[in-house]
């Protein structure tokens, strides 16, 4: 790499570093209660540098124990389903493949509330690993019907695998709600409802500890398959012939997905359509290689996530709405775009 090459790619590193934190800070300021950006500021300088500057003790706690580590969160989830949903499609080909469309969410949330109603495990199986059992058994599910019905895993267009991951989300929705029906008293019903359509407001520094490393993780993996990934554009037999491993980089890549989509579904719930929506709007702006597409995908993921978490705070003055709605709102049209623009083209 020239030198000219390894300045650019820092600037626009340095570029989308500055545009994730100006995310972060404005998830933190604006709320019910708009908080200024100085007082943010200073707020971050007494806990982090130690700083004494002199500041409402109310001001601080919101910033520090409830907005920060909420946008935090919000950026790693917005993030890692986004790069879930980008690896998904160029492993598939499939523009309509994403983790809620396909299942895997939904399996997540199954694997969860198994967990935590139905007490599965016994106290030995933590949320974040149930989520990751019910996510692979869902694409597994998926995976099989697809190859059932004739498409294989690897489609062009809609195809088996988008109707076997509706078919496999239904199940699995319909698992989530016997076990909730069966295990759950009407307090706790009332509450797993809420944050199965996606919910920030319990998030607290410990969710921040898990969901860092795991978006970080899986945006490595998306940079250092950004070649493999580029392979697959042309199909399985194109990867296999340009010399890349394709059974090992599927598994790894499809297990990464689900772990990434299994620790952010046992954070905030089951949301919807930012893995669908996101890459292809990165797309539009970076291009269709890897190695761009994977940072720009994170970075949009993020910026969204945060940006549908400060609506669902704030368009209904007194109530907080829970994010997929916020999210499906957006989502659904862009579907529906997908599809007419995708029929278009054949």
Known sequence: MSQQAYVSRLGR?????AALAAA???GTCIGETPIPVLVVLQTLA???LGAAYVLDPIDMGIIWNYRLPR????ACCGSG?????????SLLRNALADPYLLGISAGASTGAVAVTVAGLGAGAVSMSLGAFGGAVAAFLLVAILARAAGGGVTLHGTGQIVLAGIA???LFN???SFIITKSANAEQARGIMFWLLGNLSGARWPDVWLAVPVALLGLAACVWFARALDAFAFGAEAAASLGVPVRSVQVVLIGLTALVTAVMVSIVGSIGFVGLVIPHAARFIVGVRHGRLGPATALIGAAFLIAADVLSRTIIPGQVLPIGVITALVGAPA???ILVRGRRAR
Do not use: H, R
Not at 13 to 17: K, P, R
């Open 71 to 74: 946008a935090i969160v919000a």
């Open 168 to 170: 496999g989300s239904q």
């Open 174 to 176: 319909a698992l989530t």
């Open 46 to 48: 007494n806990k982090i």
């Open 13 to 17: 590193g340095a570029l989308g570093f």
């Open 81 to 89: 389903l986004a790069i879930s949903g980008m690896v998904l499609q």
């Open 24 to 26: 972060v800070l404005a």
């Open 335 to 337: 579907f529906a775009l």
